[in-house]
Nanobody, 115 residues
């Protein structure tokens, strides 16, 4: 079992940046997939970044260039750097780790982009 805890969310003005963290309670170095998702009120959960097999990253085309996913296996921590944030980025952000076909989720952290 791996527990995940996100942090780093908050209120930011349009154009601002945030770095989200996701701390894992155990070793995630063998994770096949590491993802960040977000869910805005009334909408479906949407993936925003993924690391595959340790170092291959992908983003939705609409977010590429603004969001960056990274990991620090020594700290069992996953990061999501978000730049040039816009009001439409407002959502609860979740990290997700898949290890040996088991999926683990954090509780989420709220990001609000507003002036």
């Amino acid at each position: 079992q791996v527990q995940l805890e996100e942090s780093g969310g908050g209120l930011v003005q349009p154009g601002g940046s945030l770095r989200l963290s996701c701390a894992a309670s155990g070793d995630i170095s063998s994770a096949h997939y590491i993802r960040w998702y977000r869910q805005a009120p009334g909408e479906m959960r949407q993936w925003v970044a993924i690391i595959i097999n340790g170092d291959i990253t992908h983003y939705p085309t609409s977010l590429e260039g603004r969001f960056t996913i990274s990991r620090d296996d020594a700290k069992n921590t996953i990061y999501l750097q978000m730049n040039n944030l816009q009001p439409e980025d407002t959502a609860v952000y979740y990290c997700n780790v898949e290890i040996r076909q088991e999926n683990y989720w954090g509780q989420g952290t709220q990001v609000t982009v507003s002036s």
